[in-house]
């Protein structure tokens, strides 16, 4: 079975500096999807970045970028230019690519990171 | 507007008194699944459907049920309510394609208390 570790529960970062959560993940699949979710305080889910296992150039989105490490299972998430909206709960989460059949089709969590901006 | 609603947002309850919680999609969507979020555990899978009257454990089904009699909607039911059953609980659906990408789509969650 999959797993997602997410090893810092809590992380701070001044306004307008630059933070990188770390994420590890260990699976036997070789096509899979790998993501990033912020949860604010509204609780809503919402997908920050998605990188798909295939491919070798990291994701990127606007301020929030990838490191992307297959050989080594990991994936980090940076974010630039740090605001005050990115205070959040921020989850990686692995999907296996494609149609399985089966339960995989679901996400599987890290248990979190909390994200404090400082002002 | 394409969306997963839940209902209630918020319950308390007491032990032992069945409640259900619905979740239903505009998106025609294949897969839907419940998940549960607690505080230093991430969001857990507790059920999953692939399509109408196909529904399938996840990672701790203990205690839940559910049913898909249609493909829109998806309730999740606690016949008997216990408070290790308090948390925060998602529905989200997507499509299924062979050898594609379906985004997940996710309700705004229900926090549930039982006391």
């Known amino acids: 079975a999959q797993t997602v570790t997410q090893s810092q529960p809590e992380m701070s970062v001044q306004e307008a500096e630059t933070v990188t959560l770390s994420c590890t993940y260990d699976?036997?699949?070789?096509?899979?999807?790998l993501f990033w979710y912020k949860q604010p305080p509204s609780r809503q889910m919402i997908l920050v970045i998605r990188?798909?296992?295939?491919?070798?150039q990291n994701a990127t989105e606007n301020r929030f970028s990838v490191n992307f490490q297959k050989a080594a299972k990991s994936f980090s998430l940076k974010i630039s230019d740090s605001q005050l909206g990115d205070a959040a709960m921020y989850f990686c989460?692995?999907?296996?690519?494609?149609?399985?059949?089966?339960?995989?089709?679901?996400?599987?969590f890290g248990k979190g990171t909390h994200l404090i901006i400082q002002p | 507007e394409a969306q997963v609603t839940q209902n209630p947002r918020y319950l308390i309850t007491v032990t032992g008194k069945k409640l259900t919680v619905t979740c239903s999609q505009n998106m025609n969507h294949e897969y839907m699944s419940w998940y549960r979020q607690d505080p230093g555990l991430g969001l857990r899978q507790i059920y999953y459907?692939?399509?109408?009257?196909?529904?399938d454990k996840g990672d701790v089904p203990e205690g839940y049920k559910v049913s898909r009699k249609e493909k829109r909607n998806f309730p999740l039911i606690l016949e008997s309510p216990s408070p290790n059953q308090t948390s925060l609980y998602f529905c989200?659906?997507?499509?299924?394609?062979?050898?594609?990408?379906?985004?997940?789509?996710f309700g705004p969650g229900t926090r549930l208390t039982v006391l």
């Open positions: 459907s692939m399509n109408v009257e196909v529904t």
């Open positions: 990188q798909e296992a295939y491919k070798q």
């Open positions: 699976t036997s699949e070789s096509d899979y999807y």
């Open positions: 989460a692995y999907m296996v690519s494609g149609y399985s059949g089966g339960g995989a089709d679901g996400l599987t």
């Open positions: 989200a659906s997507k499509g299924l394609r062979a050898g594609g990408y379906d985004e997940q789509f």
